[in-house]
């Protein structure tokens, strides 16, 4: 299945330039994967022991996925992700 | 540089006072750096020495200022009883976790301090390259 994924800037790097990127999966732990087998590192950057980490927001379409199944998402032909770091901060 | 209209930097400071004691957060989209739209936004993590903005809204917004033809330039937020300065923890989340990539190489981090709120005083800085500039901030009347 074809999914297109959205790499933010940081991560660039990893992706050679490409701010996008297609992959096939069928949930969102399949993906980053995925990710890791063309682009080696990115696993590593997207997560911590199996789960996305804390101030990294993935969306499935415009779905963040911890409101839907957090990393087993079900994402299908034509879905698009979209890797966004989280604002944040405090003094 | 970043250049702000008066009205745009009048918004973004009683965004940051309507927010008082808690932190406020907000998102300046423009082109060329010149500030075309401020984005007030809602505090997910609402504390008077924390900010984290709402995923959804945050998507929802980024979203919004790619349709409308602009970048993203800015992220705003208020220091209701420090300096107009990032902090540690503002350096912190700059970056990827656990990496010295900083997530929005673009972007001016505006910080409003309202350690006296008759005077709030903004300041813009880059926070990249491990280090914190200041970026002089031009205000339009």
């Known amino acids: ?91 | 540089m970043l250049t702000i209209r008066k009205g745009d930097l009048r918004t973004i400071i009683d965004h940051c006072i309507a927010g008082l004691p808690n932190e406020a957060c907000g998102i300046l989209a423009g082109q060329d750096k010149r500030v075309e739209r401020v984005y007030p936004m809602r505090n997910a993590k609402a504390g008077p020495a924390s900010y984290e903005m709402d995923a959804e809204e945050q998507f929802r917004v980024m979203k919004d200022i790619r349709q409308k033809g602009l970048a993203m330039i800015g992220i705003f937020h208020s220091h209701p009883s420090g300096r107009a300065y990032p902090s540690g923890i503002d350096v912190e989340k700059a970056y990827w976790p656990g990496t010295e990539l900083p997530n929005y190489p673009d972007v001016v981090y505006v910080i409003v301090s309202l350690m006296d709120r008759a005077d709030p005083v903004v300041k813009g800085f880059w926070i990249k390259d491990e280090a914190v500039r200041e970026v002089p901030l031009t205000v339009l009347s």
């Open chain 1, 1 to 91: 299945m074809a999914i297109k994924v959205r790499i933010p800037t940081p991560l660039q790097k990893l992706t050679n330039g490409k701010a996008e990127v297609d992959c096939s999966a069928r949930n969102i732990a399949e993906l980053v994967e995925a990710l890791e087998k063309d682009y080696p590192g990115i696993k590593e950057r997207l997560s911590e022991g199996g789960k996305i980490r804390r101030f990294i927001n993935l969306y499935v379409n415009d779905e963040d996925i911890r409101f839907v199944n957090k990393e087993e998402t079900v994402l299908k032909d034509g879905d698009s992700v979209s890797i966004v770091p989280a604002i944040a901060g405090g003094c």
